[in-house]
Each structure stands twice: as C-alpha cells, then as structure tokens.
C-alpha cells in the first residue's frame, strides 16, 4: 500500500468542520426545520438509512478516500471493454479508459459512486497493454478503422496520484502516441475530462510531463475540464482532493499554449442557490478567460441513501 500526499488539498476538512456531526433525518428533523410537504413512508425510510449510513462512515472516517492507494496487474485479456453510454445519447462507439477501481479525488456528489468512497483505490500498473491491445483491435491494421472515441476517465481521475506516481497515465497516453505513429491513418481519438490542476499536467515521470505528452497528440485528443458553480468553501469540502477552480483553468491555459483542444467545459455540479447574476457572472468571465465557449451543466444530485446532515431535505432531481 502507497502512503502518498495529495496535490492539492485544502485547509477545511469535513471531519473538523464546526457543529458539523451525523443527524438521524426523520420526520421530526424535517419537521423542525419547517419542511411543510409531508414526504412518503418510503421517502422517510430512504432519509432514515441515509442518516445510519452517513454515520456509520462518519465514525471510520470513510467520508472522503483515505491518502493511499495499492498497485497491481491484471490479466488483459480478460478485460471487456466498455462503451461509455450513460445517457443513452453518446456515441455508440466511445470505448472507457479506467485505470484505476476508486478515486482519489473523493467529490462528494460522485455520479459513479453516488459520493461513497469507502472501496480501496487500486491501480493497475500494466493497464497500458489493455490499452494497446483496445487501439489494434478497434482502430489497427485490420480493423474497421471506423470513429473510435476513447475516454480517459469516466469512473475515475485519469490524472490523480495513483496514476501520476506510479506512470500509469503517462503510459496510456504513449500508448496513444504510438499507435498513431505506427498507424498514421488511425480514426481513433482520444476525449479526456478531467479536475486536473497545472500540478496534475506538469506532473513528469521518467523526464516526460503530461502535457509533454498531450502536445505530441494535438489534433488527435480533446482536453476537457471538469468544474463547478459554488462558493469555494463548499467547493473544497465537497471535492476534498481536487485542483483549486484557479489550477484547473491554468491547466487549461497550459493545453491550450500546447496545441491541443480545450475549449469545452463539464460543469458540474451546479448549486441552485448560488446562482445570482453576480456570480454567474463572475464564474463564466473566469472561464471565458481560458479560452473556454463550450459547456455541459450538470445540477447536483444526492441519492437518499447517502444523504448527511447538509442534504437532508434537498429533494433529487433528474437530469
């Protein structure tokens, strides 16, 4: 097991957060807090088992990802490769690139995990050869050669310090790099999102950076951050490992200077409340400062099951 010191982190943590304990969410507690719409039994019942989960984790201190992470291999052909298709609506042929079972990241509103970050973060050390072996089948010598997309990551941080330390992500993107010299003609391209910082990107093992290794694939990948509408504060406690907002649009600069597509933005989650004019304002003029003019909004969303004492009452909403 890897011991490793984040990147990024930040000086509120949820565990030391004044007045900040579990709550048993019932129909009392919403009641004391003047919810005036009387919720179902199962309603109840889903708040209730949320309150018992939150506090079982809140005693273990499995809130947020503990700061280790354990390496191993796997046997590469026996990885199914998955198509990215949440939604129903994305490209029928977007392969996953998911190096790594967990996150360091932690965001507490998590669409993978619905913000549980209880699993042991493991890394697969030879993930590059699933990799290699993905491109030749879908876009080598032989193969249709059709529009492949390949996303890097949707389960998890394609740069956090479980790929960064031990290379995992620099020899994904070789592995991108050389296949397209040894198939110049491939269709393949490579779709990354990411809550990397300047850190994350000038991160360099064996002498080579990441974005080193992003401008030998400019015009063959798209840098796509990942970022959200909220007042800091809440920001760090709900993304207790990731890039301040500031890094990951200095992260975009720094791709933009290297040549490669970084235009478009994931901006999630949105917080409701947080949207006055001012702030709107203020957080779309930072991005537009980088250079970014698309953008995907996600609203925040929490299951009941693991709800905690600051999302009680906020009712799901769809997207």
Request: neutral net charge; glycine residues 6%.
């Amino acid at each position: 097991m890897t011991e490793f010191e984040p990147f990024y982190s930040h000086a509120a943590k949820v565990y030391s957060l004044p007045g900040f304990v579990p709550q048993k969410i019932d129909g009392e507690y919403l009641h004391r807090l003047g919810v005036a719409v009387e919720p179902s039994a199962a309603t109840l019942d889903g708040l209730e088992k949320g309150s018992e989960v939150f506090a079982r984790r809140y005693a273990a201190r499995t809130l947020i990802p503990l700061t280790q992470f354990e390496v191993t291999d796997a046997a590469v052909d026996t990885i199914v490769p998955e198509i990215h298709n949440y939604t129903g609506r994305c490209p029928a042929l977007t392969y996953e690139i998911n190096p790594v079972r967990g996150c360091g990241v932690g965001c507490q509103y998590c669409l993978v995990t619905d913000g549980v970050h209880e699993q042991r973060l493991v890394a697969i050390d030879n993930y590059h050869l699933y990799v290699r072996a993905l491109l030749e089948r879908f876009n080598g010598p032989g193969s249709d050669n059709a529009n492949h997309y390949y996303y890097f990551s949707p389960k998890t941080e394609a740069f956090q310090e479980a790929t960064l330390l031990t290379g995992i992500a620099h020899r994904v993107l070789q592995e991108f790099i050389g296949h397209f010299e040894r198939f110049p003609q491939s269709r393949a391209r490579l779709f990354v999102a990411s809550k990397a910082g300047a850190k994350h990107l000038e991160y360099r093992w064996n002498g080579v950076s990441v974005l080193d290794l992003f401008s030998q694939l400019r015009g063959r990948m798209q840098f796509n951050t990942s970022v959200s509408i909220m007042p800091d504060a809440f920001r760090d406690i709900l993304e207790p490992y990731a890039a301040p907002l500031p890094e990951r649009l200095a992260a975009v600069r720094l791709c933009r200077e290297a040549g490669v597509q970084s235009d478009s933005a994931l901006v999630q989650p949105i917080v409701i409340p947080y949207l006055t004019d001012e702030h709107i304002r203020e957080f779309f003029t930072s991005l537009h400062g980088a250079g970014i003019i698309n953008y995907k909004p996600e609203f925040l969303i929490r299951p009941m099951r693991t709800t905690s004492s600051s999302a009680a009452a906020r009712r799901r909403t769809g997207r």
